[in-house]
C-alpha cells in the first residue's frame, strides 16, 4: 500500500478504472473490471492479467490471502474508500475487492485446436447476465473454448463477469469474430456444429451427442436466425415434455452443454474434476 | 372498457393494484400482479384466476385477442394511461398488459398425487429469478409439481412471475410448507428424494433416475443445510468437469430435471409434447 487512503472520487486513478464500466473505454484501454474475491483470485491466478487492485481497509483484512497474492505478484495495491470502492463497484453490496485486468480473450485458431471436442458459441446473445451464465456452464461441463460472435454481448461487461463466476479467467474466450467465419473454422477443426433453437426437427435425445461438437446458442427472445440455422450441420432443441413455450437460454445451454459431456464421457470415458463416488 | 381512462395514479384502483407488490398486501388479498401478453393470456386460461385486466391504448388494439378473451370471461378491462401503466409495472418496459390475479397455488396433497414422478422442491432459494426460471425448467421438464417451501421466495413475488413465462399457471404450485413437511409427503407418495448439492458423494451420472423423483434444490450461495440434506435419500451432485467451481442455482436445477426427464423417459416412453422428429 503506498500509503494513503483514495477518498476523492474524481481523482484521476479512480475516474480511470470507473470509466472501464463503458465498453468503448475497456476496448480502448483493452482492460475490464472484475468484482468480488472470486474474480479477482481466478485472475491472479493468471499471469499479468491484473493491473491494479482496489481494496477497502475491511476486505484488505478479510481477504489478506489474496492482498498479498496481489502484492507478491507486484500488483498495485490501492486502498480505498468505501465511497470510492462504490462508485467503482457496480454491485448494490460492493465485496471491497476490485480489479483491473487486461483483456484475456484469445484468437479464435488458438482456442479451437485440433483435439477441441466441445465449443460452445453465442451468436446474439444481448444479456450480459445469460451471456455469463452460459460461460460458467460451459467450462462446468468441460468446454474447450467459448466464443462471443461479434453480434453477442460484450464479455468483459461487468454483469457477464459476475455472472461468469470466475469461468472467464478459466477457459479460452474468443470475441468478436463473425459467425460465419467461427462455424467455418470449428467444422474445418473436426467439430460438428449443432444450433440449438426451438425451430430444431430434431432433439437432444434424438441426436448422437458423442463426438466433437460445437453448440450455437442465440438470441433470448427470437432464437437465432435463417442464416446461421442453414450454417449449422443440425438444428437441434430441447425437448419440452410440459407445458412451458421454451427454456430460458442460460438453462437451455446448460441442458445441450450437460447432455454433450456425459454422451462424450460415455463414450471415451474421462474422470470429471471432482473425486469419485 | 367502462368508458374513461384511468389517468391518476393516485386514485384508488390504481393504488389497490400497486400494492399487490408488496407481498403483506398479497397475502391479505390472496392476489398478485402478472405482466405481459404471455403471462395474461396463460392467466386467462385457468378459469376465474384473473379479477382485474389493465390495458393501455396501444396494447389493447396489439393484444385485441387477449383484451376479448378478458371480456369474454367477465373480468373488468381498466384502461390506463403510459404513466398508470408505469406505475402499476414492475419493467422497465411495461408491455402494457397487467392482470389482477387470485392465488393459484395448491396444497401439497393435491399437488402430490400417487402417479407423480417428478416433484421439484425449492428449499431456501431466495432470488425471485432463480426461484421462476427454476419453476419454468420444471415445467419445460414435465414436472408434476414445484413445491416452494417456506423459507423460499414468495412464488407470487413479481420477478417470479416473470421470470417463470407463464408456468406459474401451468403445473400445480404450492407454497409455504415446511420442507419436513414435504420431504416426508413426498416419501409417502412413492418419490425417492434426491438434494442437489456439491457436498453430494454421488454424481448426476451414477445415479438411477428412472424412478419417480422429487428433487431439492437450495439456496444460491450455501447450497442445503445439513439438516435437510440429512433428509434425502440421497445427496447427488452435477458433475463439474472443468474448472468452474459450481453451476448457477437455476442452470443445476435445469440439468438434474432433464437428466431425470429423459431417464425416466427412457425407462418407459412417453411422448414429448412436441412433434416428433
Redesign the interface.
Known amino acids: 500500500m503506498a500509503g494513503s487512503e483514495l477518498t476523492n472520487i474524481k481523482s484521476p486513478r479512480v475516474k480511470a478504472a470507473r470509466r472501464l464500466t463503458k465498453r468503448a473505454f475497456r476496448d480502448r484501454d483493452r482492460s475490464f473490471l472484475a468484482e468480488g474475491p ?1 474474480a479477482v483470485r481466478e485472475a491472479l491466478a493468471l499471469d499479468g492479467v491484473v493491473t491494479e487492485l482496489f481494496t477497502t481497509a475491511e476486505a484488505e483484512i478479510r481477504h489478506a490471502d489474496i492482498v498479498a497474492a496481489a502484492r507478491d505478484a507486484g500488483v498495485p495495491v490501492h486502498r480505498a474508500s468505501g465511497e470510492v470502492m462504490a462508485e467503482l463497484a457496480q454491485t448494490v453490496t460492493p465485496q471491497g475487492l476490485l480489479a483491473v485486468c487486461g483483456f484475456v480473450h484469445v484468437p479464435l485458431e488458438r482456442a479451437v485446436t485440433a483435439g477441441a471436442r466441445l465449443v460452445t458459441v453465442l451468436a446474439h446473445v444481448r444479456d450480459p447476465g445469460n451471456a455469463g ?1 452460459v460461460l ?8 474447450d473454448a467459448v466464443v462471443f460472435t461479434d453480434a453477442s454481448v460484450d464479455p468483459y461487461n461487468g454483469k457477464c463477469v459476475r ?1 461468469s ?3 472467464l479467467f ?2 479460452p474466450v474468443v470475441t468478436g469474430v463473425p459467425v460465419a467465419q467461427a462455424v467455418r473454422e470449428l467444422k474445418e477443426a473436426g467439430l460438428r456444429v449443432l444450433a440449438a433453437d426451438g425451430a430444431g ?3 437432444l ?2 441426436v448422437d451427442l458423442s463426438g466433437p461438437t460445437a453448440w450455437i446458442f442465440g438470441n433470448e427472445a427470437w432464437g437465432l436466425p435463417e442464416e446461421i440455422l442453414r450454417l449449422a450441420d443440425d438444428v437441434v ?12 437460454l ?6 445441450c452443454l ?2 454433450s ?2 454422451s462424450q ?1 460415455a463414450a471415451s470415458p ?1 474422470a ?3 473425486p469419485a ?1
Chains 1, 2 share one sequence.
Request: aromatic share 4%; glycine share 6%.
Open positions: 472470486q451464465t460458467r456452464s460451459a467450462d462446468a461441463a468441460g468446454a455472472a463466476a470466475g469461468s478459466h477457459l426437427t430434431r432433439t435425445d434424438d432443441r430441447v425437448p419440452i415434455y410440459g407445458r412451458a413455450e421454451s427454456l430460458n442460460a438453462t437451455a445451454a446448460a441442458v450437460y447432455a459431456a456425459r464421457r474421462v470429471a474434476r471432482d463416488p
